[in-house]
Protein backbone atom coordinates (compact mmCIF):
# COMPACT_ATOMS: atom_id res chain seq x y z
CA UNK A 1 0.00 0.00 0.00
CA UNK A 2 1.48 3.19 -1.32
CA UNK A 3 1.46 6.09 1.03
CA UNK A 4 -1.70 8.13 1.04
CA UNK A 5 -1.50 11.29 0.49
CA UNK A 6 -4.80 12.41 -0.28
CA UNK A 7 -7.13 13.46 2.59
CA UNK A 8 -7.36 11.06 5.24
CA UNK A 9 -8.35 12.92 8.36
CA UNK A 10 -12.13 13.14 8.54
CA UNK A 11 -11.86 16.81 11.05
CA UNK A 12 -8.61 18.05 9.60
CA UNK A 13 -8.92 21.88 11.46
CA UNK A 14 -9.66 19.32 14.67
CA UNK A 15 -6.22 17.51 13.99
CA UNK A 16 -4.36 20.96 12.74
CA UNK A 17 -5.10 22.09 16.11
CA UNK A 18 -4.45 19.40 18.23
CA UNK A 19 -0.99 19.57 16.71
CA UNK A 20 -0.15 22.75 17.71
CA UNK A 21 -1.76 22.91 21.16
CA UNK A 22 0.23 19.26 21.43
CA UNK A 23 3.57 22.44 21.86
CA UNK A 24 2.00 24.90 23.65
CA UNK A 25 4.65 26.44 26.10
CA UNK A 26 7.03 24.09 24.93
CA UNK A 27 10.93 24.60 24.63
CA UNK A 28 12.22 23.89 21.35
CA UNK A 29 14.33 21.24 22.90
CA UNK A 30 11.05 19.81 24.67
CA UNK A 31 8.91 20.13 21.34
CA UNK A 32 12.02 18.12 19.45
CA UNK A 33 11.05 15.37 22.28
CA UNK A 34 7.46 15.35 21.43
CA UNK A 35 7.51 15.33 18.11
CA UNK A 36 10.32 12.36 18.39
CA UNK A 37 8.11 10.59 20.50
CA UNK A 38 4.93 11.73 17.93
CA UNK A 39 6.70 10.12 14.78
CA UNK A 40 7.75 6.58 16.71
CA UNK A 41 3.99 5.83 17.62
CA UNK A 42 3.08 6.96 14.42
CA UNK A 43 5.52 4.75 12.82
CA UNK A 44 4.87 1.96 15.08
CA UNK A 45 1.14 2.38 14.55
CA UNK A 46 1.62 1.66 10.40
CA UNK A 47 4.18 -0.77 11.00
CA UNK A 48 4.72 -1.20 7.12
CA UNK A 49 8.59 -0.09 5.94
CA UNK A 50 7.64 0.77 2.76
CA UNK A 51 5.50 3.65 3.54
CA UNK A 52 7.65 4.58 6.22
CA UNK A 53 10.12 4.87 3.96
CA UNK A 54 8.34 6.88 1.32
CA UNK A 55 7.02 9.21 3.91
CA UNK A 56 10.81 10.02 4.83
CA UNK A 57 11.39 10.68 1.31
CA UNK A 58 8.39 12.87 1.05
CA UNK A 59 9.71 15.01 3.70
CA UNK A 60 12.73 15.14 3.13
CA UNK A 61 12.35 16.66 -0.63
CA UNK A 62 13.56 19.51 -1.65
CA UNK A 63 15.65 20.25 1.33
CA UNK A 64 19.64 21.01 0.37
CA UNK A 65 21.67 19.69 3.73
CA UNK A 66 22.77 22.59 5.34
CA UNK A 67 23.86 20.74 8.31
CA UNK A 68 26.98 18.42 9.18
CA UNK A 69 27.03 15.17 11.37
CA UNK A 70 29.59 14.12 13.63
CA UNK A 71 31.23 11.39 11.53
CA UNK A 72 34.27 11.69 9.52
CA UNK A 73 36.02 9.44 7.07
CA UNK A 74 38.15 7.28 8.71
CA UNK A 75 41.29 5.76 7.10
CA UNK A 76 43.83 3.34 8.31
CA UNK B 1 28.16 -18.36 37.21
CA UNK B 2 31.66 -19.53 37.35
CA UNK B 3 35.12 -18.16 36.79
CA UNK B 4 36.18 -15.17 40.10
CA UNK B 5 38.60 -17.68 41.30
CA UNK B 6 42.48 -17.29 41.33
CA UNK B 7 44.01 -20.72 40.92
CA UNK B 8 47.59 -20.17 42.39
CA UNK B 9 49.53 -21.80 40.20
CA UNK B 10 48.08 -19.58 37.69
CA UNK B 11 50.24 -18.04 34.95
CA UNK B 12 50.67 -14.34 34.46
CA UNK B 13 49.65 -14.24 31.37
CA UNK B 14 49.83 -10.57 31.01
CA UNK B 15 53.56 -10.29 32.95
CA UNK B 16 55.07 -13.37 30.47
CA UNK B 17 58.05 -12.28 28.47
CA UNK B 18 58.09 -14.81 25.26
CA UNK B 19 61.82 -15.30 24.31
CA UNK B 20 63.45 -14.47 21.16
CA UNK B 21 64.87 -17.23 19.89
CA UNK B 22 67.40 -17.34 16.65
CA UNK B 23 65.87 -19.61 13.42
CA UNK B 24 68.12 -21.23 11.75
CA UNK B 25 66.33 -19.59 9.07
CA UNK B 26 68.29 -16.34 10.41
CA UNK B 27 71.44 -18.17 8.58
CA UNK B 28 70.48 -19.63 5.89
CA UNK B 29 72.29 -18.42 2.51
CA UNK B 30 68.67 -18.42 0.70
CA UNK B 31 65.73 -17.46 1.95
CA UNK B 32 64.07 -20.33 3.76
CA UNK B 33 60.54 -20.91 1.96
CA UNK B 34 57.79 -21.81 4.14
CA UNK B 35 54.06 -22.93 2.74
CA UNK B 36 52.13 -20.24 5.65
CA UNK B 37 53.03 -17.48 7.73
CA UNK B 38 50.41 -16.05 9.60
CA UNK B 39 51.75 -12.48 11.01
CA UNK B 40 50.19 -11.70 14.36
CA UNK B 41 50.15 -13.79 17.60
CA UNK B 42 46.96 -12.42 18.82
CA UNK B 43 43.61 -13.96 18.61
CA UNK B 44 43.04 -14.18 15.43
CA UNK B 45 46.68 -15.31 14.41
CA UNK B 46 47.33 -17.88 17.04
CA UNK B 47 43.55 -19.31 16.32
CA UNK B 48 44.51 -19.12 12.56
CA UNK B 49 47.78 -20.69 13.16
CA UNK B 50 46.50 -23.06 15.51
CA UNK B 51 43.48 -24.29 13.16
CA UNK B 52 46.20 -24.85 10.11
CA UNK B 53 48.65 -26.93 11.90
CA UNK B 54 46.25 -29.03 13.70
CA UNK B 55 44.97 -29.46 9.94
CA UNK B 56 48.46 -30.52 9.05
CA UNK B 57 50.18 -27.70 7.74
CA UNK B 58 53.11 -26.66 8.80
CA UNK B 59 52.65 -22.65 9.70
CA UNK B 60 55.37 -20.29 11.14
CA UNK B 61 53.78 -17.68 13.23
CA UNK B 62 55.19 -14.18 13.26
CA UNK B 63 54.65 -11.47 16.13
CA UNK B 64 56.98 -8.33 16.51
CA UNK B 65 56.29 -8.18 19.99
CA UNK B 66 57.75 -10.56 23.04
CA UNK B 67 54.52 -10.14 25.25
CA UNK B 68 50.60 -11.01 24.81
CA UNK B 69 47.78 -8.39 25.49
CA UNK B 70 48.46 -5.74 27.59
CA UNK B 71 45.48 -4.68 29.37
CA UNK B 72 42.51 -6.83 29.54
CA UNK B 73 41.31 -5.36 25.65
CA UNK B 74 38.69 -7.83 24.04
CA UNK B 75 36.59 -9.29 26.94
CA UNK B 76 33.16 -10.60 25.41
CA UNK B 77 34.17 -14.05 24.13
CA UNK B 78 30.35 -14.89 21.64
CA UNK B 79 29.01 -18.45 21.51
CA UNK B 80 30.49 -19.52 18.27
CA UNK B 81 33.64 -18.39 19.01
CA UNK B 82 33.70 -20.70 21.82
CA UNK B 83 32.56 -23.58 19.74
CA UNK B 84 35.79 -22.59 16.89
CA UNK B 85 37.90 -22.82 20.56
CA UNK B 86 36.48 -26.22 21.20
CA UNK B 87 37.60 -27.42 17.92
CA UNK B 88 40.56 -25.66 18.33
CA UNK B 89 41.32 -27.43 21.84
CA UNK B 90 40.83 -24.92 24.14
CA UNK B 91 37.20 -24.07 24.99
CA UNK B 92 36.72 -25.66 28.05
CA UNK B 93 39.37 -23.89 29.33
CA UNK B 94 38.10 -20.68 28.05
CA UNK B 95 34.75 -21.42 29.51
CA UNK B 96 35.97 -22.74 32.92
CA UNK B 97 38.09 -19.63 33.58
CA UNK B 98 35.67 -17.20 32.21
CA UNK B 99 32.22 -15.58 33.04
CA UNK B 100 29.04 -16.99 31.31
CA UNK B 101 26.27 -14.79 30.69
CA UNK B 102 23.37 -14.77 28.59
CA UNK B 103 21.44 -11.37 29.99
CA UNK B 104 21.86 -7.96 29.44
CA UNK B 105 19.71 -4.97 30.99
CA UNK B 106 19.49 -1.59 29.90
CA UNK B 107 18.90 1.45 32.38
CA UNK B 108 17.77 4.85 31.19
CA UNK B 109 18.60 7.54 34.06
CA UNK B 110 17.39 6.12 37.57
CA UNK B 111 15.24 3.48 36.23
CA UNK B 112 15.78 -0.43 34.35
CA UNK B 113 13.78 -0.11 30.83
CA UNK B 114 14.85 -3.32 28.94
CA UNK B 115 16.21 -6.88 29.44
CA UNK B 116 17.18 -9.34 26.98
CA UNK B 117 18.64 -12.83 26.73
CA UNK B 118 21.09 -13.80 24.36
CA UNK B 119 20.00 -17.43 24.85
CA UNK B 120 16.47 -17.93 26.03
CA UNK B 121 16.73 -21.89 24.68
CA UNK B 122 18.55 -24.87 26.75
CA UNK B 123 20.51 -27.45 25.08
CA UNK B 124 23.40 -25.83 23.85
CA UNK B 125 27.04 -27.03 25.12
CA UNK B 126 28.17 -23.25 25.00
CA UNK B 127 26.50 -19.90 26.91
CA UNK B 128 25.92 -16.70 24.41
CA UNK B 129 29.33 -15.04 25.92
CA UNK B 130 31.63 -15.23 28.45
CA UNK B 131 33.82 -12.57 29.39
CA UNK B 132 37.71 -13.19 29.82
CA UNK B 133 40.39 -10.92 29.38
CA UNK B 134 42.30 -10.90 26.13
CA UNK B 135 45.59 -11.54 28.05
CA UNK B 136 43.71 -15.08 29.21
CA UNK B 137 42.42 -15.63 25.70
CA UNK B 138 45.70 -15.64 23.64
CA UNK B 139 47.24 -17.68 26.84
CA UNK B 140 45.50 -20.52 26.24
CA UNK B 141 45.64 -20.07 22.64
CA UNK B 142 49.27 -20.27 22.87
CA UNK B 143 49.52 -22.92 25.02
CA UNK B 144 47.73 -25.09 22.98
CA UNK B 145 50.01 -23.68 20.07
CA UNK B 146 53.06 -24.63 21.57
CA UNK B 147 51.52 -28.36 22.06
CA UNK B 148 51.50 -28.33 18.43
CA UNK B 149 55.05 -29.44 16.73
CA UNK B 150 54.24 -28.14 13.37
CA UNK B 151 53.52 -24.84 14.54
CA UNK B 152 56.48 -22.47 14.97
CA UNK B 153 56.35 -19.06 16.51
CA UNK B 154 59.05 -16.06 16.62
CA UNK B 155 58.49 -13.84 18.69
CA UNK B 156 60.11 -10.22 17.82
CA UNK B 157 60.31 -10.89 14.32
CA UNK B 158 58.92 -7.79 12.71
CA UNK B 159 57.62 -7.85 9.36
CA UNK B 160 59.54 -4.52 7.04
CA UNK B 161 59.47 -5.19 3.69
CA UNK B 162 57.52 -7.50 1.55
CA UNK B 163 57.35 -8.41 -2.80
CA UNK B 164 54.89 -10.76 -3.89
CA UNK B 165 55.11 -12.83 -7.16
CA UNK B 166 52.65 -15.34 -8.82
CA UNK B 167 54.00 -18.00 -7.22
CA UNK B 168 54.80 -16.60 -3.18
CA UNK B 169 55.74 -13.77 -1.18
CA UNK B 170 59.34 -12.79 0.31
CA UNK B 171 59.31 -10.82 3.37
CA UNK B 172 61.83 -8.80 5.35
CA UNK B 173 62.37 -9.38 8.87
CA UNK B 174 63.40 -7.58 11.40
CA UNK B 175 65.04 -8.61 14.65
CA UNK B 176 66.64 -7.91 18.13
CA UNK B 177 69.92 -9.30 15.70
CA UNK B 178 68.84 -7.93 12.48
CA UNK B 179 67.38 -8.62 9.70
CA UNK B 180 66.87 -12.12 7.79
CA UNK B 181 64.21 -12.42 4.17
CA UNK B 182 61.98 -15.20 4.36
CA UNK B 183 59.45 -16.85 1.77
CA UNK B 184 56.29 -18.62 1.50
CA UNK B 185 53.59 -19.68 -0.17
CA UNK B 186 50.58 -17.61 1.49
CA UNK B 187 50.40 -14.96 3.83
CA UNK B 188 47.76 -14.34 6.58
CA UNK B 189 48.25 -10.89 7.71
CA UNK B 190 46.52 -11.29 11.43
CA UNK B 191 48.67 -8.08 12.27
CA UNK B 192 45.96 -5.56 13.78
CA UNK B 193 44.23 -2.65 13.41
CA UNK B 194 47.16 -0.50 12.18
CA UNK B 195 48.49 -3.67 9.87
CA UNK B 196 51.94 -2.88 8.68
CA UNK B 197 51.31 -5.65 5.99
CA UNK B 198 48.59 -3.68 4.87
CA UNK B 199 50.88 -0.72 4.94
CA UNK B 200 53.45 -2.65 2.83
CA UNK B 201 50.93 -3.45 -0.01
CA UNK B 202 49.78 0.24 -0.07
CA UNK B 203 46.64 -0.68 0.69
CA UNK B 204 43.82 0.94 3.45
CA UNK B 205 41.13 0.21 5.26
CA UNK B 206 37.95 2.80 5.18
CA UNK B 207 34.84 3.87 6.56
CA UNK B 208 33.58 6.46 9.47
CA UNK B 209 34.95 7.27 12.63
CA UNK B 210 32.63 8.73 15.62
CA UNK B 211 33.05 11.92 17.35
CA UNK B 212 33.19 10.51 20.87
CA UNK B 213 35.54 9.57 23.13
CA UNK B 214 35.19 6.28 25.58
CA UNK B 215 37.43 5.53 28.92
CA UNK B 216 37.77 1.93 30.15
CA UNK B 217 38.25 1.44 33.59
CA UNK B 218 38.97 -1.88 34.61
CA UNK B 219 38.79 -2.32 38.42
CA UNK B 220 39.32 -4.83 40.58
CA UNK B 221 36.99 -5.09 43.63
CA UNK B 222 34.19 -7.08 45.69
CA UNK B 223 31.05 -6.63 44.64
CA UNK B 224 27.73 -8.28 44.34
CA UNK B 225 26.43 -7.05 41.23
CA UNK B 226 25.04 -9.71 38.62
CA UNK B 227 27.13 -11.49 35.88
CA UNK B 228 25.23 -9.52 33.31
CA UNK B 229 25.52 -6.70 30.71
CA UNK B 230 24.31 -3.55 32.14
CA UNK B 231 24.20 -0.69 29.92
CA UNK B 232 22.94 2.95 31.40
CA UNK B 233 21.77 6.10 29.17
CA UNK B 234 22.07 9.19 31.05
CA UNK B 235 22.69 8.06 34.77
CA UNK B 236 22.30 10.13 37.91
CA UNK B 237 26.21 9.23 38.16
CA UNK B 238 27.26 10.22 34.63
CA UNK B 239 24.83 12.61 33.16
CA UNK B 240 23.77 12.67 29.64
CA UNK B 241 26.69 10.36 28.52
CA UNK B 242 26.40 6.03 28.82
CA UNK B 243 27.97 4.10 31.26
CA UNK B 244 28.48 0.14 30.36
CA UNK B 245 29.26 -2.31 33.80
CA UNK B 246 30.57 -5.76 32.83
CA UNK B 247 32.16 -8.94 35.35
CA UNK B 248 35.51 -10.43 33.83
CA UNK B 249 37.47 -13.24 36.12
CA UNK B 250 39.48 -12.49 39.02
CA UNK B 251 37.61 -9.86 40.44
CA UNK B 252 37.78 -7.73 38.07
CA UNK B 253 35.10 -5.40 36.29
CA UNK B 254 34.72 -3.44 33.22
CA UNK B 255 33.47 -0.06 33.34
CA UNK B 256 32.92 2.23 30.01
CA UNK B 257 32.40 5.70 30.44
CA UNK B 258 31.17 7.66 27.70
CA UNK B 259 33.04 11.30 27.60
CA UNK B 260 32.13 13.21 24.58
CA UNK B 261 34.21 14.19 21.94
CA UNK B 262 35.79 17.30 24.09
CA UNK B 263 37.22 15.19 26.73
CA UNK B 264 41.13 14.95 27.11
CA UNK B 265 42.19 11.80 25.87
CA UNK B 266 45.43 12.27 28.43
CA UNK B 267 44.07 14.03 31.50
CA UNK B 268 40.77 11.41 31.63
CA UNK B 269 43.97 8.83 32.04
CA UNK B 270 45.25 9.83 35.35
CA UNK B 271 43.37 8.33 38.60
CA UNK B 272 42.72 11.53 40.04
CA UNK B 273 40.23 11.91 37.26
CA UNK B 274 39.20 7.93 37.01
CA UNK B 275 38.91 7.57 40.48
CA UNK B 276 35.65 10.16 40.55
CA UNK B 277 33.84 8.86 37.58
CA UNK B 278 34.22 4.75 39.41
CA UNK B 279 33.05 6.27 42.82
CA UNK B 280 29.79 7.96 41.78
CA UNK B 281 28.92 4.38 39.93
CA UNK B 282 30.12 2.57 42.90
CA UNK B 283 29.64 4.90 46.05
CA UNK B 284 32.62 6.26 47.40
CA UNK B 285 32.93 3.47 50.70
CA UNK B 286 33.30 0.66 47.82
CA UNK B 287 37.61 -0.01 47.63
CA UNK B 288 38.38 -0.99 44.51
CA UNK B 289 41.76 -0.97 42.59
CA UNK B 290 42.55 0.68 38.73
CA UNK B 291 43.76 -2.69 37.13
CA UNK B 292 43.63 -0.97 33.86
CA UNK B 293 42.66 2.27 31.87
CA UNK B 294 42.23 3.27 28.55
CA UNK B 295 40.80 6.11 26.54
CA UNK B 296 39.63 5.37 22.76
CA UNK B 297 38.14 6.61 20.00
CA UNK B 298 36.82 4.09 17.24
CA UNK B 299 36.09 3.80 13.37
CA UNK B 300 33.95 1.50 11.38
CA UNK B 301 35.86 0.46 8.58
CA UNK B 302 37.42 -2.05 6.12
CA UNK B 303 39.48 -2.92 3.11
CA UNK B 304 38.22 -3.55 -0.36
CA UNK B 305 38.91 -6.97 0.00
CA UNK B 306 41.10 -9.39 2.12
CA UNK B 307 42.50 -11.12 -0.15
CA UNK B 308 45.45 -9.90 -2.12
CA UNK B 309 46.97 -12.08 -4.18
CA UNK B 310 48.80 -14.40 -1.90
CA UNK B 311 47.83 -12.14 1.21
CA UNK B 312 44.88 -12.88 2.85
CA UNK B 313 43.63 -9.97 5.73
CA UNK B 314 42.07 -11.13 8.78
CA UNK B 315 40.85 -9.63 11.86
CA UNK B 316 41.66 -6.21 12.59
CA UNK B 317 43.73 -5.89 9.66
CA UNK B 318 40.87 -6.10 7.33
CA UNK B 319 37.87 -4.53 9.10
CA UNK B 320 37.37 -2.61 12.45
CA UNK B 321 34.07 -2.19 14.26
CA UNK B 322 33.06 -0.17 17.23
CA UNK B 323 33.09 -2.17 20.54
CA UNK B 324 29.43 -2.30 21.16
CA UNK B 325 28.56 -5.56 20.38
CA UNK B 326 31.55 -7.87 20.46
CA UNK B 327 32.52 -8.05 17.00
CA UNK B 328 35.79 -7.35 16.78
CA UNK B 329 37.66 -10.18 18.18
CA UNK B 330 34.99 -12.57 17.41
CA UNK B 331 34.46 -11.94 13.82
CA UNK B 332 38.43 -11.70 13.56
CA UNK B 333 38.20 -15.60 15.01
CA UNK B 334 35.18 -16.81 12.63
CA UNK B 335 37.84 -15.16 9.48
CA UNK B 336 40.63 -17.38 10.69
CA UNK B 337 38.36 -20.47 11.19
CA UNK B 338 36.99 -19.37 7.27
CA UNK B 339 39.91 -19.00 5.99
CA UNK B 340 41.87 -21.96 7.40
CA UNK B 341 40.07 -25.24 6.08
CA UNK B 342 40.06 -23.45 2.31
CA UNK B 343 43.53 -22.29 2.88
CA UNK B 344 44.86 -26.31 3.88
CA UNK B 345 42.51 -27.96 0.70
CA UNK B 346 44.42 -25.32 -1.63
CA UNK B 347 48.08 -26.16 0.15
CA UNK B 348 47.57 -29.46 0.18
CA UNK B 349 46.54 -29.12 -4.00
CA UNK B 350 42.85 -30.26 -3.32
CA UNK B 351 41.34 -27.32 -3.84
CA UNK B 352 42.24 -23.97 -6.62
CA UNK B 353 43.54 -20.92 -5.35
CA UNK B 354 39.82 -19.69 -6.42
CA UNK B 355 38.42 -21.41 -3.46
CA UNK B 356 40.57 -18.75 -1.61
CA UNK B 357 38.12 -16.17 -3.07
CA UNK B 358 35.51 -17.42 -1.55
CA UNK B 359 37.31 -16.76 1.89
CA UNK B 360 37.11 -12.97 0.37
CA UNK B 361 33.38 -13.65 -0.35
CA UNK B 362 32.15 -14.45 2.93
CA UNK B 363 33.80 -12.46 5.13
CA UNK B 364 33.61 -9.19 3.56
CA UNK B 365 29.93 -9.84 3.53
CA UNK B 366 30.15 -10.77 6.91
CA UNK B 367 32.36 -7.81 8.32
CA UNK B 368 29.44 -5.67 6.21
CA UNK B 369 27.27 -7.57 8.50
CA UNK B 370 29.37 -6.43 11.74
CA UNK B 371 29.62 -3.20 10.78
CA UNK B 372 26.32 -2.36 9.63
CA UNK B 373 25.29 -3.97 13.24
CA UNK B 374 28.14 -1.97 15.07
CA UNK B 375 26.96 1.46 13.16
CA UNK B 376 23.07 1.14 14.13
CA UNK B 377 24.67 0.72 18.03
CA UNK B 378 26.64 3.35 17.81
CA UNK B 379 24.36 5.98 16.14
CA UNK B 380 22.20 5.40 19.02
CA UNK B 381 24.75 5.19 21.89
CA UNK B 382 26.39 8.80 20.34
CA UNK B 383 23.54 10.71 18.30
CA UNK B 384 25.21 12.32 15.55
CA UNK B 385 22.91 15.42 15.41
CA UNK B 386 20.26 16.96 17.53
CA UNK B 387 17.37 15.18 15.86
CA UNK B 388 19.18 12.05 16.75
CA UNK B 389 19.36 12.58 19.99
CA UNK B 390 15.96 13.72 20.47
CA UNK B 391 15.16 10.01 18.82
CA UNK B 392 17.33 8.38 21.05
CA UNK B 393 15.80 9.67 24.41
CA UNK B 394 12.13 9.58 22.73
CA UNK B 395 12.42 5.88 22.20
CA UNK B 396 14.21 5.39 26.09
CA UNK B 397 11.49 7.42 27.45
CA UNK B 398 8.84 5.25 25.65
CA UNK B 399 10.63 2.13 26.05
CA UNK B 400 9.25 1.92 29.75
CA UNK B 401 5.62 2.18 28.42
CA UNK B 402 5.95 0.78 25.11
CA UNK B 403 6.78 -3.14 23.88
CA UNK B 404 7.66 -1.70 20.43
CA UNK B 405 9.84 0.87 21.77
CA UNK B 406 12.05 -1.45 23.80
CA UNK B 407 12.80 -3.17 20.29
CA UNK B 408 14.11 0.11 19.27
CA UNK B 409 16.69 0.49 22.20
CA UNK B 410 20.02 -0.40 20.91
CA UNK B 411 23.07 -0.31 23.42
CA UNK B 412 25.12 -3.11 20.79
CA UNK B 413 23.56 -5.87 18.76
CA UNK B 414 26.08 -8.30 20.25
CA UNK B 415 28.22 -10.93 17.68
CA UNK B 416 26.23 -13.80 16.10
CA UNK B 417 27.79 -15.42 13.18
CA UNK B 418 26.83 -14.84 9.79
CA UNK B 419 24.87 -16.76 7.60
CA UNK B 420 26.57 -16.91 3.96
CA UNK B 421 23.40 -16.94 2.39
CA UNK B 422 24.69 -16.15 -1.13
CA UNK B 423 28.13 -18.05 -0.86
CA UNK B 424 29.58 -19.45 -4.20
CA UNK B 425 29.98 -22.28 -2.06
CA UNK B 426 26.38 -23.38 -1.00
CA UNK B 427 24.41 -25.76 -3.58
CA UNK B 428 20.71 -24.46 -3.31
CA UNK B 429 18.32 -26.23 -1.47
CA UNK B 430 16.38 -28.68 -3.89
CA UNK B 431 13.86 -29.92 -1.87
CA UNK B 432 11.78 -28.17 0.92
CA UNK B 433 13.10 -27.73 4.79
CA UNK B 434 12.03 -24.80 6.89
CA UNK B 435 13.89 -23.39 10.33
CA UNK B 436 17.40 -21.57 10.12
CA UNK B 437 19.68 -23.82 8.89
CA UNK B 438 19.53 -23.35 5.62
CA UNK B 439 23.14 -24.09 3.45
CA UNK B 440 25.43 -21.02 4.76
CA UNK B 441 23.87 -21.25 8.19
CA UNK B 442 26.54 -21.91 10.84
CA UNK B 443 25.64 -25.53 12.48
CA UNK B 444 23.57 -25.42 15.52
CA UNK B 445 24.38 -27.32 18.98
CA UNK B 446 21.86 -29.46 20.64
CA UNK B 447 22.93 -32.48 22.90
CA UNK B 448 23.41 -35.93 21.92
CA UNK B 449 24.21 -39.30 23.60
CA UNK B 450 27.28 -41.24 22.76
CA UNK B 451 27.65 -44.41 23.52
CA UNK B 452 24.85 -43.81 25.49
CA UNK B 453 27.37 -40.93 27.37
CA UNK B 454 26.02 -37.51 27.20
CA UNK B 455 27.88 -35.02 24.21
CA UNK B 456 27.22 -32.46 21.96
CA UNK B 457 26.28 -32.82 17.99
CA UNK B 458 29.19 -29.81 17.25
CA UNK B 459 31.92 -31.51 19.14
CA UNK B 460 31.54 -34.25 16.18
CA UNK B 461 31.48 -31.84 13.26
CA UNK B 462 34.09 -29.88 11.71
CA UNK B 463 38.04 -29.96 10.79
CA UNK B 464 36.63 -31.96 8.01
CA UNK B 465 33.34 -32.08 5.58
CA UNK B 466 30.84 -34.14 7.15
CA UNK B 467 27.97 -35.86 6.10
CA UNK B 468 25.17 -36.15 8.48
CA UNK B 469 22.29 -38.87 8.15
CA UNK B 470 19.35 -39.01 10.25
CA UNK B 471 18.12 -42.60 10.40
CA UNK B 472 14.65 -43.40 11.28
CA UNK B 473 13.64 -46.98 12.71
CA UNK B 474 13.99 -48.85 9.49
CA UNK B 475 17.91 -48.34 9.68
CA UNK B 476 20.38 -48.14 6.66
CA UNK B 477 20.89 -50.10 3.72
CA UNK B 478 23.68 -51.64 3.09
CA UNK B 479 24.86 -49.68 -0.04
CA UNK B 480 24.16 -46.17 1.83
CA UNK B 481 26.45 -47.65 4.44
CA UNK B 482 29.02 -48.25 1.31
CA UNK B 483 28.33 -44.74 -0.33
CA UNK B 484 29.20 -43.18 3.25
CA UNK B 485 32.74 -45.29 3.31
CA UNK B 486 33.86 -44.28 -0.01
CA UNK B 487 33.09 -40.65 0.48
CA UNK B 488 35.27 -40.85 3.66
CA UNK B 489 38.13 -41.70 1.49
CA UNK B 490 37.67 -39.29 -1.48
CA UNK B 491 40.42 -37.01 -2.14
CA UNK B 492 38.45 -34.41 0.26
CA UNK B 493 37.27 -36.54 2.78
CA UNK B 494 33.30 -36.43 3.66
CA UNK B 495 33.50 -37.95 7.53
CA UNK B 496 30.21 -39.70 7.95
CA UNK B 497 27.98 -39.48 11.06
CA UNK B 498 24.80 -41.13 11.61
CA UNK B 499 21.80 -39.64 13.43
CA UNK B 500 19.81 -42.02 15.46
CA UNK B 501 16.67 -42.03 16.91
CA UNK B 502 15.85 -41.86 20.46
CA UNK B 503 15.73 -45.72 21.65
CA UNK B 504 14.18 -47.78 21.54
CA UNK B 505 13.71 -46.97 17.88
CA UNK B 506 16.86 -46.53 16.76
CA UNK B 507 17.70 -49.67 17.84
CA UNK B 508 17.57 -51.36 15.18
CA UNK B 509 19.80 -48.89 13.21
CA UNK B 510 22.47 -49.23 16.29
CA UNK B 511 24.42 -52.25 14.21
CA UNK B 512 25.01 -50.35 10.83
CA UNK B 513 28.08 -50.52 9.03
CA UNK B 514 30.52 -49.50 11.50
CA UNK B 515 30.01 -45.90 10.94
CA UNK B 516 30.25 -43.51 13.97
CA UNK B 517 26.49 -42.62 15.41
CA UNK B 518 24.91 -40.54 17.93
CA UNK B 519 21.63 -40.62 19.32
CA UNK B 520 19.48 -37.62 19.47
CA UNK B 521 17.97 -38.70 22.90
CA UNK B 522 16.30 -35.45 22.93
CA UNK B 523 15.00 -35.29 19.57
CA UNK B 524 16.56 -31.57 19.65
CA UNK B 525 19.01 -32.03 17.13
CA UNK B 526 16.25 -33.44 14.24
CA UNK B 527 14.14 -30.17 15.83
CA UNK B 528 16.71 -27.70 14.76
CA UNK B 529 17.81 -29.34 11.74
CA UNK B 530 14.22 -29.93 10.55
CA UNK B 531 15.15 -33.58 9.64
CA UNK B 532 13.16 -36.43 9.06
CA UNK B 533 14.89 -40.02 8.54
CA UNK B 534 16.78 -39.72 5.58
CA UNK B 535 17.73 -36.35 5.59
CA UNK B 536 21.58 -35.57 5.06
CA UNK B 537 22.98 -32.41 5.37
CA UNK B 538 26.77 -31.65 4.13
CA UNK B 539 28.51 -29.71 6.43
CA UNK B 540 31.79 -27.56 6.12
CA UNK B 541 35.08 -28.06 8.22
CA UNK B 542 34.24 -24.60 9.78
CA UNK B 543 30.58 -26.14 10.67
CA UNK B 544 28.29 -24.02 8.25
CA UNK B 545 25.79 -25.78 6.72
CA UNK B 546 26.65 -26.37 2.66
CA UNK B 547 24.03 -28.30 1.47
CA UNK B 548 20.89 -30.61 2.56
CA UNK B 549 18.53 -33.25 1.00
CA UNK B 550 15.91 -35.36 2.17
CA UNK B 551 17.18 -38.48 0.80
CA UNK B 552 21.28 -39.10 0.88
CA UNK B 553 22.17 -39.50 -2.95
CA UNK B 554 26.18 -40.07 -3.35
CA UNK B 555 25.74 -37.90 -6.70
CA UNK B 556 24.56 -35.39 -5.09
CA UNK B 557 26.42 -35.53 -2.31
CA UNK B 558 29.82 -35.52 -4.81
CA UNK B 559 28.64 -32.39 -6.70
CA UNK B 560 28.36 -30.15 -3.44
CA UNK B 561 31.07 -31.11 -2.31
CA UNK B 562 32.94 -29.68 -5.71
CA UNK B 563 31.62 -26.80 -5.46
CA UNK B 564 32.13 -26.15 -1.58
CA UNK B 565 36.07 -26.93 -2.69
CA UNK B 566 35.88 -24.64 -5.85
CA UNK B 567 36.29 -27.94 -7.71
CA UNK B 568 32.94 -28.04 -9.65
Redesign the interface.
Known amino acids: MPLNTEPNIAAADDFYEALVELHRDLTPEQS ?2 V ?3 L ?3 LA ?1 HIGDLAVLREAMATARAGITPA ?1 S ?8 | MSGGTRAAAEVDYQGLVLDYVRSPDQDAARPARHPVIVAGAGPVGLAAAIDLAQQGVPVVLLDDDDRLSTGSRAICFAKRTLEVFDRLGCGQRMVDKGVTWNRGKVFFRDAPVYAFDLLPESGHRRPAFINLQQYYVEGYLLDRARALPNLEIRWKNRVTALTQSADGVELGIETPEGEYRLRCDWLVAADG ?3 PI ?1 GLLGQ ?9 RFLIADVRMEADFPAERWFWFDPPFHPNQSVLLHQQPDGVWRIDFQLG ?1 DADPVAERQPDRVIPRVQALLGRETRFDLEWVSVYTF ?3 RMERFRHGRVLFAGDSAH ?1 VSPFGARGANSGVQDAENLAWKLRLVVQGKAPEALLDSYDAERVFAADENILNSTRATDFI ?1 P ?4 SR ?2 R ?3 L ?2 AKE ?1 G ?2 RR ?1 VNSGRLSTPSTYRGSPLNTPDRDDFVGVMVPGAPAADAPVLIGGRDDWFLAQAGGDFTGVLFLGAEGMAEETAAALSALARGAVPVRPLLVLEPAPAGAAAREAGGIPALEDASGLLAARYDARPGTFYLLRPDQHVCARWRRFEPDLVRAALARATANA
Not at chain 2, 204 to 212: A, E, I, P, T
Not at chain 2, 384 to 387: Q, S, T, V, W
Open positions: RLNAKILLNGDAILQAKA | ARSRQSQGRSFRDWACLGTKNEAAFDATELCFAL
